[in-house]
Every structure is written in C-alpha cells, then in structure tokens.
C-alpha cells in the first residue's frame, strides 16, 4: 500500500510539475547554467550544464519513462497472453509451432535489433515501444500457455465445449480470465524491467532526443557531471530507484494476495 501511495506521488509530480515550474523543459537560462537547487530563482532541482531547469526536465523524464514502460507492457500482455493461450488450448502441432517460434525470437539479440531499427527508421520514441514490446511478451505467452495447459481439462471448459462453445469464446471467456492473476502479478515486475530497459537505452543514446528527455538520459548527463555537479544525477536517479523499488514491492503484493498460501 506504501507503494502504491508513492508511485501515486510520483505520477501527480509527473502531471502536474512541468505546470508549476516557471521554465519550459527546453528553456535556456542563460543565468543559471549548471546551478545549484535553489529557491530564489525556482530551480529547485538545480539545472544541467546548459541551464535547463532539472526540475521540469525531471518530471517530463518520468512522463517518458513511465509512458515506455505502461504502453510497451500492455502491448506485451495483449500480445502474449493471447499468444500463449491459443497455444497452450489448441496444442498439438499448432502448439510446437508457435512455441518454436517464440525460441527463434528469443535467439535475437536485443540491442542488435535495436541499432537495426534506428538505423533503417531512424532514431524516434515509438521505436522504442516496438523494440521493447517485440521481446517483453515472449515470456508472457510462455507463462499463459503453461497455465492453460493446467486448466483446458477442468470441468468448467468442458463444460462449455459440451455446450457447443466456439474455440475463440472458450479462449476469451474462460481461459485468459482464469490466467489473469499469474498475469497481473508478471505484469508488476515487467514494468520496472521495461523502465530499466528504456533508462538504458537512453543512456547508450538510443533512447529519446533532445530537447525530450527520460530518466536514463539524464543520468547519463548527470554521471559525466557528478563530481562538481552531483545533484543532476541524484534526482532522476532517486526517482528511478524509488519507482523500481515500489514495482517490485507490489509485485510481491500482489503475489501474497493473489495467492495467499506462498505466504
């Protein structure tokens, strides 16, 4: 519950900072270029070594982050708990099939695909989303089909096949509900998983571009800065860490309660 009050926090900082600060996220002040935070002149995060303000930069990083990572996982749980629930109920060779295939993909080395993205698109943040949700729902389906596969033979799906049920209202009526609580629980630590990826990439540069930024990118800013300059990196990076911790704490949450008897 503390976690869920603090990422709360941290998406009403993301919405509502950049519309209190004084300073657009690609405004130059020529006057504060790499300040310390202060009050006087509402650089409360201080600025970056070109005198943009942190703050709004900050908050405009976590819209970014948090969109990558909400967006790619979604299209991730969309794709693979379809994926893997056909699979795991039509089985047989269809099953080998599409399982062979989510091996090849996994084959892929990520960053590889990456580069080849930007390189023929050219560098954009939707790539982004297509990069990440290409690989993050690999794992998902793997997750549905093994727990279709434990409930195709229960009562209640041959029920409904006994009932003249289509194979496409038995996948979406009675099989993806009843895999949903191992989903949502996998859904809690792909999150912060996608917003590691997303920072990571932003920081080898292959993320988003200025005047945009992320979390990842201003930490890359920060860490050449941290000596004479550290608070440019601690402010994403506490935001980062902050963020990834609470993901992880209501995954296992939502673990103990979806499935009281681990506890």
């Known amino acids: 519950m503390a976690s869920i009050w603090v990422l709360g ?23 504060a270029i790499n300040a310390a935070p ?18 709004v930069r900050t908050m405009i990083g976590a819209r970014i982050s948090l969109a990558v990572a909400l967006i790619a996982t979604l299209v991730s749980v969309i794709i693979g708990v379809l994926y893997g629930a056909v699979a795991g109920f039509v089985g047989g060779r269809v099953d080998n099939l599409m399982m062979r295939l989510v091996d090849i993909l996994y084959t892929l080395p990520f960053m590889f695909l990456v580069i080849v993205l930007m390189v023929v698109f050219g ?11 290409a690989i993050q729902w690999l794992t ?31 996948i979406l009526r009675h099989i993806v509900p009843n ?8 859904v809690s630590l792909v999150i912060p998983e996608v917003v590691m990826i997303e ?19 201003l930490i890359a800013e920060g860490a050449g800065d941290m000596e004479t300059a550290p608070w440019q990196l601690i402010f994403p990076a506490f935001f980062l860490a902050t963020t ?20």
Request: hydrophobic share 50%.
């Open 199 to 217: 920072s990571f990439l932003s920081f080898l540069g292959l993320g988003v571009q200025d005047p945009l930024t992320s979390w990842g990118v």
């Open 140 to 170: 998902m389906a793997r997750i549905v089909r093994g727990q279709t596969l434990s409930i195709k033979n229960r009562e209640f799906v041959e029920a409904a096949i006994a009932g003249g049920a289509t194979k496409r209202d038995i």
């Open 179 to 186: 895999v949903l609580g191992p989903v949502v629980v996998y």
């Open 9 to 31: 926090a941290v998406v009403v900082l993301a919405l509502v900072g950049p519309l209190i600060s004084p300073y657009p996220y690609w405004e130059i002040d020529w006057d």
């Open 244 to 263: 990834l911790f609470c993901f992880n704490f209501l995954g296992d949450g939502l673990r103990d309660a979806l499935d009281p008897k681990d506890r």
């Open 123 to 133: 560098r954009h943040i939707f790539l982004i989303f297509v990069a990440v949700g």
């Open 38 to 55: 202060t009050w006087s002149n509402a650089h409360w995060f201080g600025t970056d070594p070109v005198g943009r303000d942190l703050f």
